[in-house]
């Protein structure tokens, strides 16, 4: 992810640099030797500021500012807790309700409650502190990787569209926020923020003039890039995939100089004109490596210089480490921070360990956070269990940031600036060790989420609703559904939701497929609104597919679960696949295959809003 410091002013001098990233690197020090005296001082600020808000007014905390009275009188919540407060905010309530600061604008997450992603409140202050936390990423990466300001990073960055709240508030994901903020669009001249791609690309709402206008800009620059990403990994590999579909276009435009017509925003073709130049030696160049037939290290054969690719790899992201590798010819893959709408959380201080090996220091000036144990259930479908409503006992148990064990699994909660008081995020982290008193963790899953190609997040909930919806179309013929379960294909590029299904069948009329189909665009339609967003705008979500398998083929799943351990009386079909063994089990299972016909709809903005624009 791109960084934006914002305290140079010229051209910076080899010396100045050094300099600002030693002072980076202290700051580092000091608060992570400091964790637990900066930990107390946030929640005193946090809580003395606000402490005439409703929210905090109306469950007693009576001004109070230290750990312990907070503790035993604040409740741990998950969205759904405040979400009557958010909906009177987002209704235009503009009295102190959670945050004695005005609230900015919504972030939203792509997290969901009842279908429609969650609304985080945000200050404008906390734009700064986004800011801090990329400023930490350059100077952290220069230890392992020299001389990355002297050339570029080609970063594929984009935009999603906003929309308005009944009260007026503009509500639109972090990153938009964001990079159509001053502190990225007005970024002083820095060697680590330089992109090949100009902010007008950016900023263009069009997901195809944007991309296109940014791959460009990259292949234009091919030799100055020494560093390429994206956000996750899943949008880095959107991008090659671009490439291998658009290369002749992009090289007919290198070759004579001029944009292709498709590309109509006038900022984008004035900010590309300023790089691009006939340069028929470069198309010429692409043409060759992109037309042979292997795309394998396409990445270090078009930007030769290339020293790393940064994308989150982490979590459910993992899926696409071989893709990239393939693409990459193994080039370190890193990932630099954790992070979400309702608080930035933290850097990976060793930046150029493996990815299975990534752990996130948390910074402790970002937010107040507290640590709920969990459980993992080590089965073949390992689950993690965790307390659904605490009781007061359970509340008080969280941990500080600096108490929390080595090895040990534990629930993110966090006190935000903006008004989050012992919030659930939903990440579960594992202690894998300490930066002085800091300690670092691994990220491991995001609670009960199921399936995930993008930045969609289905969990077993919405997945039942689904499927139960689109099982009426099997009524007419008498079939209904015996048993399910579903993978998350990312062997496909896009990536796809697989269904596999296996029906008893009690009537005599052959379903036809057209049925099959009806029944994938209503699980489709059925999804919540960041899934439906992937497959409309971004693309970033292929259809949904729909396996009919065998007669008997979820008692042999059964059976496979078992001799490796499951336990009989036990036994549950997992409502998702993973484990390679299983997921050829089935597919060797399927006799037909159905694909969603068409894309499901999705309009931007919560369906109870009017506004939708
Ligand atoms: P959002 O609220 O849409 O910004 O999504 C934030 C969520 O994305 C986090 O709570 C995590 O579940 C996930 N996430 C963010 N950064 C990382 C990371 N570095 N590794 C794994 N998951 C991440």
Known sequence: MPEAPKNTLKPTTDYSLELKNKKTLQFIEDVTSNADEVQKKVLEEILSRNAHVEYLQTRGLNGHTDRETFKKTMPVITYEDIQPHIDRIANGDTSPILSSNPIS?????????????????????????????????????????PGLDEGKGMYFLFIKSEAKTPGGLVARPVLTSYYKSTHFKNRPYDPYTNYTSPNETILCPDSYQSMYSQMLCGLCQHKEVLRVGAVFASGFIRAIKFLEKHWRLLCKDIRTGTIDSQITDQSVREAVMKILKPDPKLADF????????????????????????????????SQYIPTLDYYSNGLPLVCTMYASS??????????????????????????????????????????????KTLNEKEQQELVDLVDVKLGQEYELVVTTYSGLYRYRV????????????????????????????????????????????????????????????????TTTIPGHYVLYWELSLNGNTPIPPSVFEDCCLTIEESLNSVYRQGRVCDKSIGPLEIKVVEPGTFDKLMDYAISLGASINQYKTPRCVKFAPIVELLNSRAVSSYFSPKCPKWFPGHKQWSNNN
């Open 105 to 145: 604008e919504f972030l939203t997450s792509s997290g969901t409650s009842g279908g429609e992603r969650k609304l985080m409140p945000t200050i404008e202050e906390e734009l700064g502190r986004r800011s801090l936390l990329y400023s930490l990423l350059m100077p952290v990466m220069s230890q392992f990787v």
């Open 286 to 317: 692409i043409e060759a490596e992109c037309s042979k037939d292997s795309w394998q290290g396409i990445i270090t054969r078009l930007w030769p210089n290339t020293k790393y690719v940064d994308v989150i790899v982490t979590g459910t992201m």
């Open 342 to 387: 309702e608080c930035y959380f933290g850097v990976n201080l060793n930046p150029l360990c493996k990815p299975s090996e990534v752990s996130y220091t948390l910074v402790p000036t970002m937010a107040y956070f507290e640590f709920l144990r969990v459980q993992r259930n080590n089965g073949v479908t390992s689950s993690i269990s965790v307390p």
């Open 426 to 489: 939903g990440d579960v982290l594992r202690v894998a060790g300490f930066k002085n008193n800091a300690p670092q963790f691994n990220f491991i899953c995001r609670k009960n989420v199921v399936l995930c190609i993008d930045s969609d997040k289905t969990d077993e909930v919405e997945l039942q609703n689904a499927v139960k919806n689109a099982v009426n179309h099997l009524l007419p013929f008498g079939a209904t559904l015996a048993e399910y379960t579903s993978y998350a294909d």
